[in-house]
């Protein structure tokens, strides 16, 4: 036969081989080596032990196992660390906020690679534990917060496989990358990761038992092959994905100088040149593998489709050479074995087999079809290079190719399935990884002898399976008998994934929520789902893991704190008021500080309702054990309580009146209170930024106050601010300015009985009854030159003397209990505490307080008591006192009189040198 005849003889034999690789991609492993029998010692000669799966898959009931491993351990509550708690809260909260513009991932996975990085600093688990080959995660002496730390990363992994990104992001923030460099690297951060390099990722660093394996053979280099574990080690490299540490293996291997196989037999020259020619294509094949040519682990993905097909031709070819049913030569190998194939290295081993003289020794065939079948995702070959039902199971679906199960599937039905479009795996990839990975589970756990590798007992190995099959019940409980902290902020993150839904009419298939409310069915109590539970029983904790009002955990948060951050998450808003109103009167309220770090809380979480509740309490506390008025009324403004603000004032400016001086003293002002007085527009504008309303009420209510404290301040500068002589004009314009301040005060006492008729719906900020004491001390400013008053201030004098003159006897009483008492504090009674009458007048109308004061004074003279008076230091001083020449018993009419003369004078002034308005 000519030349050209063998040429076309080569071709259409390797359009034959391709052909059959076509209807090999589908293949199991039994089907793929049809002629080779394996005898490969894997994991130390377990592979010729394992056998195929034993009948059907056993399907594990994991939430069952779970709730009964929880039932049985004793009761302990998890005692995780202050700083763990703090830093998990402050990560989750993110879950509520708004994704920004800038984001470039959902808040959920920005939240759980944040929670990945945090959990992995805290439960860092040993690498002697993470690379044992007897036992899967940490070593039962170490604490429970690595144990919660291994499960709960591989269900962030899993469901939220994004979380990488979140992690390289916070590298690249460590890092000191330039802007390009930096902006590079996020844009492929942000790409995406496929869960099959997730999966890998994971068990590098969580689970490598085959790191034994692998650093006994590299102890055997140059000579790698002379290692027993040899093909152990390249295989569990494939497995793992460690596509360069299975190259170098391979490439120095160097067959030619061991010691030939198990029983001594040494290799001819032929076998050895056809064992490197099947090396070297195996070699070439792999360094075409998607994931090491491009870095591309979507194994699914079309470019693992092309590559699938070239390793089903390659272990054809091998299949046939292995077998030496032809009568080529190895040196006629030089073609490429792979019409796809771009590297010219790569031999045909179809060809050369037709001519080879001597078969590759058996050992080394098998091993490198297995190789090829664990590229393939051949599930008994990955099963069989795995050493324990988790490394089974996650294997299998990181070798996924995203079809269905061939073997379940009719001829029809996997024709079908190859026609159609699109694939659920392309589709929904993260929810087709996590169903097929269940069915991973069921089928290692019953795989040869993968099936003693799970251990019902162990907590951990039965969270990890409730991780892998989606049982969040199951996993939940385990989660919680390690570590509450992680345990809710898991339920939290499957919430926000949709993991959790629940009907609370379960069993009712085909009734909808309508139709279930119509026919009352689970209609008997309140249903809560599983994450409000968790999160009422966390807070619960957190609230009792100290004394809630004084100690503080770490970075400045306090466990009553954190516990109403939490509730504040809870889906049934009703019950989270509840539990937020329970807690809150159970913290102690001590100081401004707790008392401000409870409002800032509540007014964060949305409880309003809870915050004004709290500032009220404190409020009444404060007007009960101490003088400080400026804090009461600061609270009393917060909790919206504009009567009780008001009473405050009322009591502070009778007591003002009665004494005719400020009260209290300069010296006794608390420093709110201070603040208050003398800058009121920066203290109230800083209370605006937190409450609005709150500013608007105490801005207007406290303006009464101030105002006639600025009265008497200016009266009495002279006296408590002694500087020298002053200039006649300056003492001249202090008294205007004391006379205009008077003169506001005076016209809202009045604003209420305009006209002479008493309008009570006329909200004022100084009480009608002080009217007529308020009146008295204009008398002094009436007398002297130049005027104190302008002449629009006289009319305003005589409007309220006819107003107050003309009114009901009941307005007219109230003020005459107000000027009895002044009159008696003038003759040496001394005015009441302020204290006694917050509490006697409690509950009261603004309208009796003025009265109560003389009543008190009265009381206080009569029994002779000590300690009810207001305590000012020594004799008051003052820069003049209208009181002086009245009697103890002068009535409101003497008073009145002896103004209107006064005011006539002034006017008949007025007409005669004419009028001055300043």
Same mark, same amino acid.
């Given at each position: 036969m000519?030349?050209s005849?063998?040429?076309?003889e080569?071709?259409?034999e ?5 052909e059959d690789a ?7 492993h ?8 394996f005898q490969?010692s894997?994991?130390?000669g377990?592979r010729s032990r394992?056998?195929?799966s ?7 009931d994991v939430?069952?196992?779970a709730?009964?491993?929880v039932?049985a351990?004793?009761?302990v509550?998890?005692?995780?660390s202050e700083e ?22 959902p808040?959920?996975s ?15 688990l ?12 940490p070593?039962p002496?170490?604490?429970d ?7 709960a990363?591989l269900f962030?992994n899993?469901?939220?496989p994004s979380?990488?990104q ?11 990358m330039?802007?390009q ?5 996020l844009?492929?951060?942000y790409s ?16 490598d ?8 053979t ?7 092959s ?7 080690a ?7 994905g460690?596509f ?18 198990d ?6 020259d032929r ?12 070699v070439?094949l792999?360094?075409?593998c ?16 092309v590559f ?5 031709v390659a ?8 077998d ?17 194939s ?12 037709r001519r080879a ?6 050992e080394?065939?098998s091993?490198?079809?297995d190789?090829y079948?664990?590229?393939l995702?051949?599930p008994?070959?990955v ?9 089974g199971?996650l ?7 995203g ?5 379940s ?5 996997r ?6 479009q699109?694939?659920v795996?392309?589709?929904?990839p993260a929810?087709a990884?996590r ?5 991973a589970?069921?089928?290692a ?7 003693g590798? *799970?251990d ?5 190995q039965v969270?990890?399976?409730c ?8 996993l939940l409980g ?22 959790l ?15 279930l ?7 008997d109590?309140?249903k809560?789902s599983?994450?409000d539970?968790?999160?009422l029983k966390?807070?619960?904790s957190? *609230?009792s ?9 770490h970075q ?7 516990a ?7 889906d049934d ?10 807690m809150?009167e159970?913290?102690?309220l001590?100081?401004n ?20 509740t ?14 400080r008025?400026g ?14 603000m008001?009473?405050?004032l009322?009591?502070l400016?009778s007591l003002c009146?009665v ?5 209290p ?7 709110r209170?201070?603040a ?11 209370l ?15 303006s ?12 009495d ?7 020298g002589?002053?200039?006649?004009n300056r003492?001249?314009a202090?008294k ?11 016209n809202?006492a @009045?604003?209420?009985?305009k ?8 909200d ?7 009217l007529?004491?308020l ?12 005027r ?5 201030h006289?009319l305003s004098?005589l ?18 209990e ?10 040496g ?11 006697s007048?409690?509950g009261l ?9 003389g009543?008190s004074m ?12 207001v305590l000012v @230091?020594?004799?008051?001083?003052r820069?003049?006192?209208w009181r002086k020449g ?5 009535r ?5 009189r002896?103004?209107r003369?006064?005011l ?5 002034r007025v007409?005669?040198?004419?009028t001055?308005?300043d």
């Amino acid at each position: 036969m000519g030349e050209s005849d063998n040429d076309g003889e080569g071709e259409e034999e390797q359009e034959e081989d391709e052909e059959d690789a076509m209807g090999e991609d589908d293949m199991d492993h039994d089907m793929l080596q049809s002629s080779v029998n394996f005898q490969g010692s894997v994991q130390g000669g377990k592979r010729s032990r394992l056998g195929q799966s034993k009948g059907a898959h056993d399907t594990v009931d994991v939430t069952g196992l779970a709730r009964g491993l929880v039932a049985a351990r004793a009761l302990v509550t998890p005692q995780d660390s202050e700083e763990l708690i703090v830093e998990t809260e402050k990560i989750v909260e993110q879950l509520t906020e708004s994704p920004k513009p800038s984001d470039h991932l959902p808040p959920a996975s920005r939240v759980a690679g944040k929670l990945e990085h945090l959990w992995a600093r805290h439960g860092r688990l040993e690498r002697d534990d993470a690379e044992s080959n007897t036992n899967i995660g940490p070593s039962p002496e170490q604490p429970d917060i690595q144990r919660a730390n291994f499960v709960a990363s591989l269900f962030l992994n899993l469901h939220y496989p994004s979380s990488h990104q979140a992690r390289q992001e916070q590298s690249f923030n460590g890092s000191l990358m330039d802007g390009q460099s930096m902006a590079l690297s996020l844009a492929s951060a942000y790409s995406g990761v496929p869960i099959p390099r997730v999966l890998l990722d994971w068990l590098d660093t969580y689970y490598d038992p085959s790191a034994g394996i692998i650093d006994e053979t590299e102890d055997f280099a140059p000579y790698y092959s002379r290692c027993p574990l040899f093909w152990d080690a390249v295989h569990m490299c494939i497995t793992r994905g460690r596509f360069e540490q299975a190259l170098k293996f391979l490439r120095g291997a160097n067959f030619g100088d061991s010691d030939g196989d198990d029983e001594g037999i040494e290799y001819t020259d032929r076998q050895l040149q056809n064992i490197d020619t099947v090396i070297n294509e195996v070699v070439a094949l792999i360094e075409e593998c998607p994931a090491l040519a491009v870095d591309d682990w979507d194994v699914k993905g079309e470019g693992w489709k092309v590559f699938r097909h070239d390793v089903s031709v390659a272990a054809s070819r091998l299949r046939k050479f292995a077998d030496g049913t032809n009568g080529e030569d190895a040196a006629d190998m030089s073609k490429s074995i792979f019409r796809t194939s771009k590297n010219p290295a790569s031999l045909s081993v179809s060809q050369a087999s037709r001519r080879a003289e001597s078969n590759v020794p058996f050992e080394i065939s098998s091993s490198l079809i297995d190789l090829y079948s664990l590229l393939l995702g051949n599930p008994s070959d990955v099963l069989k290079s795995s050493i324990s039902w988790l490394d089974g199971a996650l294997s299998l679906a990181v070798w996924w190719s995203g079809e269905e199960d061939a073997a379940s599937m009719s001829p029809l039905g996997r024709s079908l399935n190859r026609s159609q479009q699109s694939r659920v795996s392309d589709v929904t990839p993260a929810l087709a990884y996590r169903e097929h990975l269940s069915a991973a589970f069921d089928h290692a756990v019953s795989f040869g002898e993968l099936n003693g590798t *799970f251990d019902r007992t162990d907590h951990l190995q039965v969270g990890i399976a409730c991780v892998i099959k989606d049982e969040m019940d199951g996993l939940l409980g385990i989660l919680q008998s390690w570590s509450m902290t992680i345990a809710t902020a898991v339920a939290e993150l499957a919430s926000a994934a949709g993991l959790l839904t629940e009907s609370p009419a379960h069993g009712m298939g085909g009734f909808d929520q309508s139709d279930l409310m119509v026919l009352s069915f689970g209609q008997d109590g309140p249903k809560r789902s599983i994450k409000d539970e968790m999160l009422l029983k966390y807070a619960d904790s957190l *609230f009792s893991k100290s004394d809630p009002g004084k100690d503080v955990l770490h970075q400045g948060f306090a466990g009553w704190q954190l516990a109403i951050n939490i509730l504040s998450r809870l889906d049934d808003m009703e019950t989270a008021e509840a539990k937020v109103s329970e807690m809150l009167e159970r913290i102690p309220l001590d100081t401004n500080d707790q008392a401000d770090r409870l409002l800032q809380t509540c007014d964060s979480m949305g409880f309003t309702k809870h915050a004004r509740t709290i500032a009220e309490r404190y409020a009444d506390t404060i007007t009960e054990r101490t003088t400080r008025y400026g804090d009461a009324l600061f609270y009393y403004a917060r909790a919206h309580k504009p009567k009780k603000m008001k009473h405050v004032l009322d009591i502070l400016t009778s007591l003002c009146l009665v004494q005719s001086a400020a009260y209290p003293p300069q010296a006794e002002l608390d420093p709110r209170l201070k603040a208050f007085i003398s800058d009121p527009k920066q203290t109230i504008t800083q209370l605006a930024t937190a409450d609005m309303q709150a500013a608007e009420q105490i801005s207007r209510y406290l303006s009464g106050y101030a105002t006639l404290r600025r009265f008497y301040d200016l009266r009495d500068e002279d006296i408590y601010s002694p500087s020298g002589p002053k200039s006649v004009n300056r003492v001249m314009a202090r008294k205007k300015t004391a006379a205009a301040a008077l003169i506001a005060v005076i016209n809202s006492a @009045g604003d209420s009985i305009k006209g002479g008729l008493y309008d009570e719906t006329v909200d004022v900020v100084i009480e009608v009854d002080c009217l007529l004491v308020l009146l008295g001390e204009a008398l002094p400013l009436l007398k002297g030159k130049p005027r104190a008053f302008t002449p629009t201030h006289i009319l305003s004098l005589l409007r309220a003397v006819e107003d107050l003159e003309t009114v009901g006897p009941r307005i007219t009483s109230q003020c005459e209990e107000v000027l009895i008492s002044t009159l008696a504090n003038a003759h040496g009674s001394s005015a009441p505490s302020p204290r006694s009458l917050l509490k006697s007048t409690s509950g009261l109308t603004n309208s009796t307080t003025f009265s109560l004061v003389g009543s008190s004074m009265l009381n206080s003279t009569a029994e002779g008591s000590e300690g009810s008076g207001v305590l000012v @230091g020594g004799e008051v001083k003052r820069g003049w006192d209208w009181r002086k020449g009245l009697k103890r018993d002068a009535r409101g009419e003497e008073v009145l009189r002896v103004l209107r003369l006064a005011l006539a004078e002034e006017v008949a002034r007025v007409w005669m040198e004419g009028t001055e308005e300043d």
